[in-house]
């Protein structure tokens, strides 16, 4: 006899809530509440091509990149969500060069800010290519009832208190972490809920994948071109069984990565000094997972989540992923 028991994403979380006895069922009603912005994000995003919301909006984001339609939706999207939790006193965005400040009365006594990347990979939407959201979750700084401040968003990466993405592709995915762990869950659409498919998620310590934008080679740090060498080349006569694969969504990659084995490689380069991938809101939600999942995160010479950022879109070169993989980038980085 078939075995037809699921667990949705909101009996997980309320079977988890146990975890964090501090917590009182808020963080557990703001993942909630993630959980529905996503599945708004997502039934847009299935109608890309039949509505008038892919294409670019005619205006740019704080980093100067041209903003797509979907991406000021799921902006919107998230923002309310998050403000009607009543558990989220303010949210950073890739999308507004500052933190968004909730002023009102039961926002301000709640005890989260959310970091948030609304819409990873959205250039790529108009060609029906895999995207995702990503999210990082920590405990204010600030008394509560009072206004949030910037040190708030300025935290140290393993201050989460929980993490995690949703991958929009053939299914839909919510994969995320209270620091117990990495849990998937995916969007089933008959009863409209994210259903339990991928339980304590465990990355290979080795992998097989490098993801990289090898069009970018001749910008690369010499230790870059190097690793990428290592994975190419013959070793004592034997063809090393590293193969690339890379999307050009952070979301996309990693999550291939996170259950395959391999690692997700974006380095500085010549047009980008300081790497491209945010810490706040894109690097620190990611390196969280990973290591949740057994796997490292750095930014070639030390942890991602020891890092303090000083600005709300502070930019690092980041690699993610299998754990011996990530060790043997910063072994190439330090020659």
Same mark, same amino acid.
């Given at each position: %006899?078939?075995?037809?028991?699921?667990?949705?994403?909101?009996?997980?979380?309320?079977?988890?809530?146990?975890?964090?006895?501090?917590?009182?069922?808020?963080?557990?009603?703001?993942?909630?509440? &993630?959980?529905?912005?996503?599945? %708004?994000?997502?039934?847009?995003?299935?109608?890309?091509?039949?509505?008038?919301?892919?294409?670019?909006?005619?205006?740019?984001?704080?980093? !100067?990149?041209?903003?797509?339609?979907?991406?000021?939706?799921?902006?919107?999207? +998230?923002?309310?969500?998050?403000?009607?939790?009543?558990?989220?006193?303010?949210?950073?965005?890739?999308?507004?060069?500052?933190?968004?400040?909730?002023?009102?009365?039961?926002?301000?006594?709640?005890?989260? &800010?959310?970091?948030?990347? #609304?819409?990873?990979?959205?250039?790529?939407?108009?060609?029906?290519?895999?995207?995702?959201? &990503? +999210?990082?979750?920590?405990?204010?700084?600030? #008394?509560?009832?009072?206004?949030?401040?910037?040190?708030?968003?300025?935290?140290?990466?393993?201050?989460?208190?929980?993490?995690?993405?949703? $991958?929009?592709?053939?299914?839909?995915?919510?994969?995320?972490?209270?620091?117990?762990?990495?849990?998937? +869950?995916?969007?089933? #659409?008959?009863?409209?809920?994210?259903?339990?498919?991928?339980?304590?998620?465990?990355?290979?310590?080795?992998?097989?994948?490098?993801?990289?934008?090898?069009?970018?080679?001749?910008?690369?740090?010499?230790?870059?071109?190097?690793?990428?060498?290592?994975?190419?080349?013959?070793?004592?006569?034997?063809?090393? #069984?590293?193969?690339?694969?890379?999307?050009?969504?952070?979301?996309?990659?990693?999550?291939?990565?996170?259950?395959? !084995?391999?690692?997700?490689?974006?380095?500085?380069?010549?047009?980008?000094?300081?790497?491209?991938?945010? $810490?706040?809101?894109?690097?620190?939600?990611?390196?969280?997972?990973?290591?949740?999942?057994?796997?490292?995160?750095?930014?070639?010479?030390?942890?991602?989540?020891?890092?303090?950022?000083?600005?709300?879109?502070?930019?690092?070169?980041?690699?993610?992923?299998?754990?011996? %993989?990530?060790?043997?980038?910063?072994? +190439?980085?330090?020659?």
């Amino acid at each position: %006899m078939k075995n037809y028991n699921i667990t949705t994403l909101n009996d997980f979380i309320t079977l988890k809530q146990k975890d964090f006895p501090y917590a009182k069922g808020e963080l557990s009603s703001l993942l909630t509440h &993630i959980g529905t912005a996503a599945k %708004m994000v997502n039934k847009k995003i299935n109608k890309a091509g039949l509505v008038d919301i892919i294409g670019n909006s005619g205006s740019v984001n704080i980093q !100067g990149e041209s903003q797509q339609k979907l991406d000021v939706y799921a902006d919107e999207v +998230f923002i309310n969500a998050l403000l009607t939790s009543g558990q989220c006193c303010g949210v950073a965005t890739e999308e507004n060069q500052s933190e968004i400040v909730f002023t009102e009365p039961f926002a301000q006594k709640g005890k989260y &800010i959310v970091c948030t990347d #609304p819409l990873d990979g959205s250039s790529n939407i108009d060609y029906n290519v895999s995207v995702g959201s &990503i +999210f990082s979750i920590y405990r204010r700084i600030t #008394p509560r009832g009072e206004k949030v401040r910037n040190e708030d968003f300025l935290q140290e990466g393993s201050k989460q208190v929980a993490a995690g993405y949703i $991958i929009y592709g053939s299914s839909t995915m919510l994969v995320y972490t209270t620091g117990n762990g990495v849990n998937g +869950f995916t969007l089933d #659409p008959s009863i409209g809920e994210f259903c339990l498919s991928h339980p304590e998620i465990k990355t290979p310590e080795d992998g097989r994948i490098y993801s990289v934008n090898e069009g970018n080679w001749v910008h690369f740090p010499p230790g870059i071109k190097k690793y990428v060498k290592y994975c190419q080349e013959k070793d004592a006569g034997t063809l090393r #069984p590293y193969t690339s694969r890379y999307i050009g969504s952070l979301v996309s990659d990693f999550h291939r990565n996170l259950l395959k !084995g391999g690692i997700f490689l974006y380095p500085e380069n010549e047009t980008a000094p300081k790497g491209k991938l945010r $810490i706040v809101y894109e690097c620190n939600p990611i390196a969280f997972i990973s290591e949740q999942s057994g796997g490292a995160a750095s930014n070639g010479c030390e942890r991602i989540l020891s890092i303090t950022p000083s600005s709300l879109h502070q930019r690092s070169p980041f690699y993610a992923g299998s754990k011996n %993989m990530v060790k043997k980038i910063e072994e +190439f980085l330090s020659l």
